[in-house]
């Protein structure tokens, strides 16, 4: 018995020691080729910085006036990132007042000029958040060594918020042109000099054609079996046009439909998502329907550094678009007043403004709009819009005094009610509520004040979903089941009452 307690314990002996042997023999040769591998050279000169992902303004580079050596593509693709990274690191600088990233793209003289500033801006408490959206470079002169450029960068459109302790002071737009110098040092174009030869702050919009005599009768519209989620996998074309077909029979002439901005690639647009959308304004051509297409669905940073992208992003959705028939109107986002409070007002309504202006400048014969929550906010960049466009979801009676309200903010501006509806929902979680009776006789209530105004409007939904998506509002029951029953059809296709009373 003890002879054999020994073996048992010298055997988990030896074993022991030849587990601790093998793990040090594995950490030495680990640490053996991890020195002999040698320092990653994209992590030796910062090439993982990636502007593509976070800064795109639009580059338009001139073919001529260059003097000396010959530029070729590739030579030229790195100049514009490392030029345009040196762009960027300046704004985040200046909105955070830290210089990490501005040694790799300016030069030790170049670099001083911007420390200086950042230590200023510390010293007095003031940030700016600016981005560039657009650049028109022309390349002058290329040394023959291949180691200097000189470019004029024109029609640099800027924009810039200047924030003193933190608080809001000014928002300047302007479009200026700038001479530059760009050295070839350490892998790196860097910038020499950088200096603003000329300010034009008059930003002039290009006239978009007045809104017709059209009156619309309309439908905020989701597939049955894919709400918000149109242009998925589980996009049926056939059902689409089903669903035209249901619209067009009952007297409707316009459909609102949803550009999810993630789904849609954000700043690189998928091609299939194109193609689906193509798709469904082709149909609704042919059924003589007019299309409301919201951009920008779930979208809500609103950041400076962020506009870049979402430019990119409607940039390639309204050029490819521009010159179709069932388009009515550009919606540039829908409800973005929900997000003043978490994003600041200031900075969604700047974004609103610098979209509407780079909507209109790429197509100048389509409407456009913002789709306000309520009728608070639904007056704001009224002078920048085609046509004011509203939602509304409060009780019949007070509709009237609401819309008189409103009209009496808006100057020379047709006013749609672009969202309203009840739900006829009336279960466990919200009893008696609602009834598919009471949701007709809401819309015989409001359907009078519409005629006897002449109010355009879109009505919120042609269908009851049998399941909302969480992102939309969140998983509480006594909130995802009356949003369900907002359709004037039910989940099982049959037209509910209310569908009868909007029905010509």
Do not use: C
């Not at 020379?412 to 006789?441: M, R, T």
Request: net charge negative; charged share 25%.
């Amino acid at each position: 018995m003890v002879t054999a307690d020994k073996n048992i314990m010298r055997s988990f002996l030896v074993l022991t020691y030849v587990v601790i042997i093998s793990m040090l023999i594995f950490l030495i040769s680990s640490a053996f080729t991890y020195l002999n591998t040698g320092a990653d050279r994209s992590k030796m000169l910062h090439t993982e910085v990636k502007k593509a992902d976070v800064y795109l303004p639009k580059m338009n580079w001139a073919n001529d006036g260059n003097e000396g050596r010959k530029l070729d593509n590739q030579t030229l693709a790195k100049i514009e990132s490392d030029y345009l990274n040196a762009w960027y690191v300046k704004h985040v600088a200046y909105k955070t007042n830290q210089t990490m990233g501005i040694d790799d793209y300016y030069t030790e003289n170049a670099r001083k000029n911007v420390i200086n500033f950042v230590s200023q801006n510390q010293q007095q408490n003031i940030s700016v958040h600016a981005t560039t959206l657009s650049h028109q470079p022309n390349i002058e002169f290329f040394s023959e060594d291949g180691q200097l450029i000189v470019l004029t960068d024109e029609n640099v459109l800027e924009y810039k918020q200047l924030y003193k302790d933190g608080m809001f002071v000014m928002e300047t737009t302007e479009t200026a042109t700038y001479k530059v110098v760009l050295l070839l040092e350490d892998g790196f174009w860097r910038v020499r000099h950088l200096v603003k030869e000329s300010v034009q702050t008059d930003e002039k919009v290009a006239e978009t054609q007045a809104i017709s005599n059209l009156h619309i009768k309309g439908i905020n519209y989701y597939p049955q079996a894919t709400p918000w989620d149109m242009f998925g996998d589980q996009f049926d074309l056939e059902i689409i046009k089903k669903d035209f077909d249901i619209m067009k029979d009952a007297g409707f002439n316009t459909i609102r439909i949803f550009i999810p901005y993630e789904d849609f690639g954000k700043a690189n647009v998928k091609e299939e998502k194109l193609q689906k959308l193509q798709q469904v304004l082709d149909a609704a051509e042919s059924k003589q329907l007019k299309a409301v297409v919201t951009l920008f669905d779930f979208y809500g940073n609103y950041e400076i550094l962020d506009w870049t992208l979402t430019q990119r992003h409607a940039e390639t959705i309204i050029s490819n678009f521009k010159n179709h028939e069932a388009i009515l109107a550009w919606d540039i986002k829908n409800e973005p007043n929900l997000d003043f409070e978490s994003r600041g007002k200031q900075n969604v309504l700047a974004w609103l403004e610098s979209m509407i202006s780079l909507v209109k400048s790429i197509d100048n014969q389509h409407l456009t709009t913002i789709g306000w929550s309520n009728t608070e906010n639904a007056h704001l960049l009224q002078d920048k819009l085609d046509f004011v466009s509203f939602h509304y979801y409060n009780a019949a009676a007070d509709f009237t005094q609401e819309y008189a309200n409103l009209k009496s903010k808006i100057i020379d501006k047709p006013i749609v009610l672009g969202e309203f509806g009840q739900s006829s929902y009336g279960g466990f979680w919200k009893p008696f509520a609602g009834s598919e009776k009471k949701q007709a006789n809401y819309y015989k209530e409001m359907e009078v004040v519409l005629k006897a105004e002449n109010i355009s409007y879109i009505a919120w939904t042609l269908y009851d979903f049998k399941d909302i998506p969480s992102s939309v509002v969140g998983n509480r029951p006594w909130r995802t089941n009356p949003q369900k029953k907002f359709g004037l059809i039910d989940s099982d296709g049959k037209k509910k009452l209310a569908f009868e009373v909007l029905e010509e």
